[in-house]
């Protein structure tokens, strides 16, 4: 069954350090987004991407957050310069199409900033 | 209350009695989704209720969605230790142009043998 993937599963960075976390999305899915949830809270949405842009971001996406297809499988998020309260599990996810269809997630990213 | 938020926050059943689970949300809403999470894994979908839906049914699994309420309830009949996990709602408002979901704080479901 297709998934999508994510690496790595835990990352530990020291503040301020830039770091890129990668998602290889379902193949034939065109609408990708981030996620991340803060230990014990909800998950919440950082962003959403298609057609090679972004089609809506949170507040939390701030100049410190970007996106990037940078070929035709992969999907990545970077933050620049990471803060303490960056430390979360991020979540890639895709989905066939915008409306009505369910969105599938990757496994999670674990990002630890020390 | 804010968009998609599940009551009870933490619900604890014997094996083989049924777990319900409900979810309230404000704005209007394109459809309404389920999730599980094990402890410290990704998210699972369960199932995907359409807003001119008003029950569906996958496996164990029953959904529900009261719009004139902006209510939804998900039942786990049957239940297994193995589906202690914790459980969202998430809602893709209907004004939402970027597909973004808005999870709920969940309910935490332990099911003992």
């Known amino acids: 069954e297709p998934e999508v993937t994510q690496t790595p599963s835990h990352q530990v960075t020291q503040m301020g350090q830039e770091v890129i976390l990668r998602c290889v999305p379902i193949?034939?899915?065109?609408?990708f987004y981030w996620y991340r949830q803060i230990l014990g809270q909800k998950v919440e949405f950082l962003v959403s991407?298609?057609?090679?842009?972004?089609?809506?971001k949170s507040e939390i996406f701030d100049d410190q957050f970007s996106v990037e297809r940078p070929d035709g499988s992969n999907f990545t998020l970077k933050i620049r310069s990471t803060k303490l309260e960056d430390s979360a599990m991020y979540f890639c996810?895709?989905?066939?199409?915008?409306?009505?269809?369910?969105?599938?997630f990757g496994q999670g990213t674990r990002l630890t900033v020390v | 209350s804010q968009q998609g938020e599940e009551d009870p926050q933490a619900l604890s059943i014997q094996e083989g009695e049924n777990a319900t689970m409900n979810c309230s949300y404000k704005t209007s809403i394109n459809n309404l989704q389920w999730y599980r999470q094990n402890s410290g894994r990704g998210l699972v979908h369960l199932i995907l209720i359409r807003s001119n839906e008003r029950e569906k049914h996958s496996g164990r699994l029953r959904v529900t969605l009261d719009t004139s309420k902006k209510s939804s309830s998900l039942l786990i009949t049957a239940s297994r230790a193995a589906d202690t996990a914790s459980y969202f709602c998430?809602?893709?408002?209907?004004?939402?142009?970027?597909?973004?979901?808005?999870f709920g704080q969940g309910t935490e479901l332990s099911v003992k043998p």
């Open positions: 998430a809602t893709d408002e209907i004004y939402n142009q970027g597909g973004k979901l808005i």
């Open positions: 193949s034939n899915h065109l609408y």
């Open positions: 991407f298609y057609n090679n842009e972004i089609s809506e």
């Open positions: 996810a895709s989905s066939e199409a915008r409306w009505d269809l369910e969105a599938f």
